[in-house]
């Protein structure tokens, strides 16, 4: 099982960006879905994840701000961020959790400058 992460880059506080994490190896539909980020000094923590029935949860400090969904028939899953701050700076992770067990994309970097 790989999880590929993409879209990340620099970008000023404000600003948008979208995350993608492409899932090979199963069918993402049978796994709740996540992404997670990691700020220097800290463990890292969670952002927001996505059940199989679509049913969605978020950290406080993005609710309203950052958008997750995904679309099976793609194997993919997304973060849409905006009005982004300079505190959402850090490598963002996807992550699947399946009856197979939990899986880790590489990460992307996500930088806002203020």
């Known amino acids: 099982v790989q999880l590929q992460a993409s879209g990340g880059g620099l970008v000023q506080a404000g600003g948008s960006l979208r995350l993608s994490c492409t899932v090979s190896?199963?069918?993402?539909?049978?796994?709740?879905l996540g992404w997670y980020r990691q700020t220097p000094g800290k463990m890292r923590e969670f952002v927001a994840t996505i059940a199989r029935g679509g049913s969605t949860n978020y950290a406080d400090s993005v609710k309203g701000r950052f958008t997750i969904s995904r679309d099976d028939a793609k194997n993919t899953m997304y973060l849409q961020m905006t009005s982004l701050k300079p505190e959402d700076t850090a490598p963002y992770y996807c992550n699947a959790v399946s009856a197979q067990g939990a899986y880790w994309g590489q990460g992307t970097q996500v930088t806002v400058s203020s």
């Open positions: 190896g199963i069918s993402s539909s049978r796994a709740a």
